[in-house]
């Protein structure tokens, strides 16, 4: 808290004392190399371990003492998160570099062996780089159609009309269904046999219509799905925005007789680029990761398989965990490349108005 | 990646609590002993709980508890495989599909059961009293070795599922007749001699238009004479597939012949070209969800029981559904054969066909006293009584003296297809590696489904891949 005064004097390092954090890092450290190095693994995982808790505590007790409560209040938060989050990707992390399979009960050191197979492996290789590419295909047209009808949706919500209150929780109904059930549906809605949009078209054309046998359909089917379910996502955030403009503005705008199409551009827009650009960070990263509804509607078949359920086959069902494990930060890496490019463009767009 | 990742980080300490926790079930009290499975959620499995719970005396007199965890079908693979790697070690007893034999007892999680059948003679007299075939695919790894894991629990073969009001209808017999120059089968025994030709005739013959007159009616919506698995998920195109290529001389990658035989040459040789092109030119006469590469067994099942196809091939482990008139429009009109075959060049019916079905197994930390008691559950479960009963309820048996008994093929209508196609059977690789075959094959003949590559080169690009992740695997040298 009023970190200045309390820290007068910090404790010598060789002093045994239990707020010696620094000794405690120290200890901790040697004893965990020790351990790893000469201890057999099941051993000396609970042995960092123990020391991972002895530094912590020393941490906690050294606060305590010098009255940093603010830093006691949030440890447990930071305990959970480095518990349930950081520790668990930090061991993927270094299991990237082994050769292991969890159905195996042998681990060897392979260095960058599994990022170099899963980049350019001749037998593995191909259908990484395939799945890579519809990810992406799947990335444009998915959030490109929810910013587009989000947008629209809100723009026409933003405005009072009779009935607006019902109609719009029927537009967040597809939002707050699971995704199976969103699923199942559109797995029905698309059927050849049983499916109304091939009723329809039949009857329209006599033609037997069959959405899902090309690439094009099947994407199409998948981008529509994810659409109806999120679109609703990114009206809600920018509905935010619009209601949050000072009504004076557009009066002002009035009396000054600035077109509808100027008034957007100078007066709504900034309010709401900052949730656009949001929602699109939000939806971006989520359509990265799209497996559900792939698995559900095609199971990557029609050539519509993604980085993710690519993933989940490899890491889940083949047992490749370090391979899945490599993947996995491969994907990592390009979604923070990503975001940061993003955030890059949307703060200088900003400092540039 | 966060599942797998919290699975690794937990699995000592999740492994270490479940010592500690059977290790306190069995050494506490001594006569009560509690036997924990895994097993798909299904009617076998069910069936078999209802009868362990009213009928079950253990001889010891112990009480035995069975303890039993029914998970979904499609999670199934999924939860059984994060429960073993994870090292919980909470099972006794897991239903296991016999393909995944070579991964989990190579990552010893499955225990080998010799020593059982050598200790006790009449434990090892219940497991030869089984159909070698089924014995074969279900406890042996590797594939027809002697070393044997598992006893079967719901053992299965596809059948042919048929329309007897539109195929006996006299009509459509007339016209068949008249066109093909060949009578159109109608009878069970008419089914069993049908070839893939034949099925292919009735596909084409059968194809109608919404309004069309079909068995003496306009059509109320478009109908298809047949139908099978042609699904990109799990196993639901390999199943078929493979019957193809046995029956046409061909074989896929023969584990038996390890490490000599060969993928390339044998998996894309000519005679299973050949076989998968007869497979692919019949999709054409099936409902237009084959065209999706998602017309899997359930989905051709659920298109039979809503009247929309003469003729299915599939497990019979789906069929209960199609007799119960409140899942199926087609219950009473209901006839069953032997999966239709190919002429051989002696002009015998050649049947080969992958076999279905499931055993259970015994995980390797199940300790003595929990073995004494599931191996006198396993001799229970395989008696013949408990085995006709299964049958009646709906089950399948694969013991000799069970299915030889005249009484067996009134059990059920599809019955009577069950015991000539057990000599018929053959199973795919048991291999550990059979999860990396499965998928990438799948892959390949879901792109031959829709249409975007052909046989020859679906093939080629299979043998290519298995024979170079058998080779890194020491199976091929």
């Known amino acids: 808290m009023n970190a200045s005064t309390a820290t007068a004097s910090p404790p010598p390092l060789t002093r045994i004392a239990p707020d010696n954090w620094k000794l405690a890092i120290l200890v901790g450290v040697l004893v965990s190399l020790v351990a790893v190095l000469a201890a057999p693994a099941a051993v000396s995982f609970w042995i960092v371990g123990a020391m991972a808790a002895l530094i912590a505590a020393a941490f906690a007790i050294n606060a305590y003492r010098r009255k940093y409560y603010g830093g006691l209040l949030v440890a447990p938060a930071i305990a959970v998160l480095f518990v349930m989050n950081i520790f668990p990707l930090l061991w993927s992390l270094g299991l990237s570099f082994f050769a292991y399979q969890s159905n195996q009960q042998s681990i060897r050191f392979v260095g960058m062996a599994n990022y170099v197979k899963v980049l350019t492996s001749e037998l593995t290789a191909t259908a990484n780089w395939l799945a890579l590419i519809n990810t992406a295909i799947f990335v444009i047209f998915t959030v490109a159609a929810q910013m587009v009808v989000g947008f629209l949706l809100a723009m026409l919500f933003a405005k009072q009309f009779p009935l607006r209150k019902y109609l719009l929780i029927l537009v967040l109904t597809p939002m707050m269904l699971s995704v199976v059930a969103s699923g199942v549906f559109f797995t029905y809605y698309y059927d050849p046999t049983f499916g109304i949009l091939s009723y329809v078209i039949n009857a329209l054309t006599g033609q037997q219509f069959v959405l899902m046998s090309t690439k094009l359909g099947a994407v199409t089917g998948i981008v529509f799905a994810d659409a109806w379910m999120w679109s609703p996502f990114v009206m809600l955030l920018v509905l935010a925005g619009l209601v949050s403009v000072p009504k004076y503005l557009y009066e002002a705008a009035a009396i000054d007789r600035v077109s509808k199409w100027r008034q957007f551009w100078t007066i709504t827009f900034p309010y709401i680029r900052g949730l656009l650009m949001l929602a699109l960070l939000f939806r971006t990263i989520e359509a990265f990761k799209l497996a559900d509804l792939v698995i559900l509607l095609t199971k990557g078949g029609n050539d519509t398989m993604t980085i993710s359920y690519h993933l989940i086959r490899i890491a889940n069902e083949q047992n490749k965990t370090s391979e899945g494990a490599a993947i996995s930060y491969i994907m990592l890496f390009m979604v923070i490349v990503l975001t940061n490019l993003y955030l890059y463009l949307a703060n200088r767009r900003s400092q540039g108005a | ?477």
Not at chain 2, 12 to 23: D, E, N
Not at chain 2, 104 to 132: C, Q, S, W
Not at chain 2, 204 to 218: I, N, S, T, V
Not at chain 2, 316 to 331: M, N, Q
């Open chain 2, 1 to 477: 990646m966060t599942v797998m990742t919290k699975m690794k980080g937990f699995a000592a300490a999740a492994g270490l609590a479940a010592t500690l926790l059977t290790g306190a079930a069995s050494y506490a009290v001594a006569d009560e002993v509690t036997l924990t499975m895994a097993v798909p959620d299904w009617p076998p499995t069910r069936i078999m709980k209802k009868f362990f719970d009213e009928q079950y005396k253990p001889k010891s007199g112990n009480t035995v508890k069975l303890d039993v965890d029914f998970i979904p079908w499609p999670d199934f693979y999924t939860r059984v495989n994060a429960s073993l790697t994870s090292g919980e070690q909470k099972y006794n007893f897991i239903v296991s599909d016999s393909q995944w034999l070579g991964a989990f007892v190579e990552g010893g999680y499955y225990r080998k059961i010799n020593d059982l059948l050598d200790a006790d003679p009449e434990f090892k007299k219940t497991l030869m009293n089984i159909h070698p075939n089924p014995l074969n695919a279900y406890s042996t790894y590797p594939y027809k070795s002697e070393n044997y894991y598992g006893f079967p629990q719901f053992p299965d073969v596809l059948v042919n599922f048929a329309r007897k009001d539109i195929i006996c209808h006299e009509e459509e017999q007339k016209n068949f007749q008249a066109k093909y120059g060949k009578k159109l089968p109608c009878t069970g025994e008419e089914l069993d001699a049908m070839t893939w030709d034949d099925f292919k005739n009735v596909g084409e013959f059968f194809r109608r238009k919404k309004g069309e007159m079909l068995a003496g009616a306009p059509a109320e919506d478009d109908f298809y004479g047949i139908a099978f698995q042609a699904g990109k998920g799990y196993d639901f195109s390999s199943m078929q597939i493979n019957g193809f290529i046995w029956q046409m001389g061909g074989n896929i990658w023969d584990e038996t012949q390890a490490p000599t035989g060969q993928a390339e040459g044998v998996v894309n040789s000519p005679e299973a070209v050949a076989a998968l092109e007869k497979y692919l030119s019949m999709l054409e006469y099936m409902p237009p969800v084959a065209k999706t590469g998602t017309m899997d067994i359930f989905k051709s099942d659920e298109l039979f029981r809503e009247g929309k196809v003469a003729m299915n091939i599939d497990w019979i482990g789906l069929g209960e559904a199609s007799l119960d008139p409140k899942s199926s429009k087609v219950s009473d009109k209901l006839v069953f054969g032997q999966m239709p075959g190919t002429m051989g060049p002696d002009g015998k019916m050649v049947r080969w066909s992958n076999i279905g079905g499931q055993p259970f197994v015994l995980t390797t930390w199940t300790t003595d006293a929990q073995i004494k008691e599931a191996v006198e559950f396993v001799k229970w479960w395989l008696s013949d009584d408990i085995q006709h009963q299964f049958a009646a309820g709906g089950g399948q048996s694969a013991v000799k003296s069970v299915y030889e008994d005249p009484k067996y093929v009134t059990y059920r209508p599809w019955n009577r297809a069950w015991a000539p196609q057990l000599d018929w059977q053959k199973d795919v690789w048991h291999v550990p590696q059979f999860f990396e075959l499965l998928t990438q094959q799948q892959d390949q003949f879901d792109l031959a489904i829709t249409g975007k590559q052909d046989a020859k080169t679906t093939l080629d690009n299979i043998a290519k891949f298995q024979q170079e992740v058998l080779k890194s695997g020491g199976l091929i040298q």
